[in-house]
């Protein structure tokens, strides 16, 4: 059974940091493009950034670049995302998602496999 368990969402002040991580089983992790994924009610979800299976090729939404990183470690078959510089705009809930594919992607229906999501809420 594929599963993917986000953590380390939580409230902080505009300008803060947060790191998330994303912690895989029940899949060859290093053969997975990894994804980080965001939704707000109403909206549709939408990209943050994604990584290939390697980690040498990043993809970041123009909204967080310069400000978030995206990496993994396939040894510890676990994801991450840091956030610098949050804004009120970065409250939402995250997603991380895998994808069987060697590059980074795009479109979250490009996903294999999602986690449960982890709440960011930044305070203005």
């Known amino acids: 059974q594929v599963q993917l368990v986000e953590s380390g969402g939580g409230l902080v002040q505009a300008g803060g940091s947060l790191r998330l991580s994303c912690a895989a089983s029940?899949?060859?992790?290093?053969?997975?493009?990894k994804g980080w994924f965001r939704q707000t009610p109403g909206k549709e979800r939408e990209l943050v950034a994604t990584?290939?299976?390697?980690?040498?090729?990043?993809y970041y939404a123009d909204s967080v670049k310069g400000r978030f990183t995206i990496s993994r470690d396939n040894a510890k078959n676990t994801g991450y995302l840091q956030m610098n510089s949050l804004k009120a705009e970065d409250t939402a809930l995250y997603y991380c998602?895998?994808?069987?594919?060697?590059?980074?992607?795009?479109?979250?229906?490009?996903?294999?496999?999602w986690g449960q999501g982890t709440q960011v809420t930044v305070s203005s």
């Open positions: 029940g899949l060859p992790f290093s053969r997975y493009a």
């Open positions: 990584i290939s299976w390697s980690g040498s090729n990043t």
């Open positions: 998602a895998a994808a069987y594919r060697s590059t980074w992607y795009l479109r979250p229906d490009q996903s294999d496999y």
